[in-house]
């Protein structure tokens, strides 16, 4: 029985979309009688890539991407539907949640052409991980204190700085970095922009920030010299704050929080 037949004073939603939770709903248990997930609370930042894939294959990740980069060119209240059903269910969703929750719709608007072309069909097949870079010691709550730094050099940035409690970096194929590409001045706001970085670089080091149980979920990520492509610039430079708090939007407006 779903949800909505049980409560008579809820207007029923779209039958599309109620056949959509019932397929969903479907499919999760069948993950699980088939050992592919253990349920657990908080499993949105549990890693497992294969599951991450065969949620792809049936059109559960990169949903409300156009189908020009993979997607599925669904509405936002489908993709909800989703969300709501593997949460509810405790399915290990790490390996694509970021990326398909905050970092594709970034790239979607703010990203090159080069840049959506490559990184969002690598996301709605679930093959591509992606981390948040914008926390940093010593800066609190206040991103506008951030020190990483980014020099344009030929053909790209340079990248100095490092992040802290970078969820799945360990695992992560890119980051989204909130740096500064030019100094800090009165406007503490201006000055900041995002860049899209490839994990693997080199003058990229991943070190394991382990919680008091021994759990290995947060890290801190340095970067020494990492060079960034031009084509990896979200939107058009100085202008990261703005992005950052869009950003930040698509993540805190989400049901992962209240239904983990």
């Known amino acids: 029985m779903l949800w909505f ?3 008579p004073n809820v207007a029923a939603p779209p039958p599309e979309e109620s056949g959509l939770r019932l397929e ?3 499919f999760l248990d069948g993950e699980c009688k088939a050992g592919g997930f253990v349920p657990r609370p908080n499993n949105w930042v549990a890693f497992d890539r294969e599951f991450s894939i065969r949620c792809a294959e049936r059109g559960y990740v990169g949903t409300t991407l156009p189908k020009q980069y993979g997607g599925g060119g669904k509405s936002a209240r489908e993709r909800l539907v989703i969300c709501e059903e593997m949460l509810a269910a405790g399915a290990p969703l790490g390996s694509h949640w970021i990326a398909d ?3 594709a719709p970034q790239i979607l608007r703010h990203g090159s052409e080069a840049l959506r072309a490559r990184l969002l069909p690598e996301i709605a097949a679930g093959r591509c ?3 948040i870079g914008m926390s940093e010691p010593d800066s609190g709550s206040d991103l506008s204190s951030i020190r990483t730094a980014a020099r344009k050099i030929d053909g790209g940035w340079r990248l100095d700085g490092r ?5 799945n970096a360990h695992h992560a194929d890119y ?3 909130l740096c500064r590409t030019a100094p800090r001045g009165e406007d503490r706001y201006a000055g900041l922009s995002q860049l899209v970085v490839e994990v693997a670089s080199d003058g990229v080091t991943v070190r394991p920030i ?3 149980a021994g759990e290995h979920e947060l890290n801190e990520v340095i970067f020494d010299g990492a060079f960034v492509p031009d084509e990896n610039l979200l939107g058009k430079g100085g202008d990261g704050w703005r992005l950052v708090n869009e950003e ?5 407006s989400g049901p992962d929080r209240f239904l983990s």
Do not use: C, D, H, P
């Open 210 to 212: 382990r919680n008091l």
């Open 101 to 103: 929750r905050q970092s």
């Open 175 to 177: 980051m989204i970095v």
């Open 163 to 167: 992040k802290v409690w970078t969820t």
């Open 24 to 26: 969903v709903r479907r």
């Open 248 to 252: 930040l939007g698509f993540e805190r």
């Open 5 to 7: 037949e049980e409560r």
């Open 129 to 131: 991980t992606f981390a």
